[in-house]
T-cell receptor
Framework: NAGVTQTPKFRILKIGQSMTLQCTQD?????MYWYRQDPGMGLKLIYY???????DKGEVPNGYNVSRSTTEDFPLRLELAAPSQTSVYFC???????????????FGEGSRLTVL | TQLLEQSPQFLSIQEGENLTVYCNSS?????LQWYRQEPGEGPVLLVT?????EVKKLKRLTFQFGDARKDSSLHITAAQPGDTGLYLC???????????FGQGTELSVKP
């Protein structure tokens, strides 16, 4: 079972460059999330989606964009990379029934991004 | 801003000792989850609690949800080196809502 797959695992960017972190899940989950993890800061929510065509901002959305054209894919776009975006990025998915409790999050292995 | 305060941030103990990790908020949770993360991997769910006062046990781990659903604790009995990792609590403030994570507790259990 693939679960949640993120690519690339590692990337070094120069300031001002753009890139897309890919995320795909094969569990038919309706919810998908992007988090960033910095030392001592836990996980901060960047963007999330409750279904295809629907996205919403999380706690730290500035400098990022997302789209959700299919249930399976939820790419994260960095338009003008800045050193402050150096972090480990995690994509996650979950299944939540309408009106039910938030389901278990299944995480990818992470993408380590360095901006120099 | 909704905040989840987790304490302690770091914990280094000897094998066989007991420990407790706390997760607190000023707001009421609809549900709360605990995750464990190992280096180079994504977090993995340990437990979900949804009812005030609820206690759940997972082998040597005991999870408690506060009566008012504003706080939670994780107690590990007789810690082992295999328990080493980052423990994260995550709360949802409404049913089906997005999860907000605490800062994490980095646990190191020395043989």
């Amino acid at each position: 079972n693939a679960g949640v797959t993120q690519t690339p695992k590692f990337r070094i960017l120069k300031i001002g460059q753009s890139m897309t972190l890919q995320c795909t899940q094969d569990m038919n989950h309706n919810y998908m999330y992007w988090y960033r993890q910095d030392p001592g800061m836990g996980l901060k929510l960047i963007y999330y989606s409750v279904g295809a065509g629907i996205t919403d901002k999380g706690e730290v959305p500035n400098g990022y964009n997302v789209s959700r054209s299919t249930t399976e894919d939820f790419p994260l776009r960095l338009e003008l990379a800045a050193p402050s975006q150096t972090s480990v990025y995690f994509c996650a998915s979950s299944y939540s029934k309408g009106g039910g409790n938030t389901g278990e999050l299944f995480f990818g292995e992470g993408s380590r991004l360095t901006v120099l | 801003t909704q905040l989840l305060e987790q304490s302690p941030q770091f914990l280094s103990i000897q094998e066989g000792e007991n420990l407790t990790v706390y997760c607190n908020s000023s707001s009421v949770f609809s549900s709360l989850q605990w995750y464990r993360q190992e280096p180079g991997e994504g977090p993995v769910l340990l437990v979900t609690v949804v009812t005030g006062g609820e206690v759940k046990k997972l082998k040597r781990l005991t999870f408690q949800f506060g009566d008012a659903r504003k706080d939670s604790s994780l107690h590990i009995t007789a810690a082992q080196p295999g328990d080493t990792g980052l423990y994260l609590c995550a709360g949802a403030y409404n049913q089906g809502g997005k999860l907000i994570f605490g800062q994490g507790t980095e646990l190191s259990v020395k043989p």
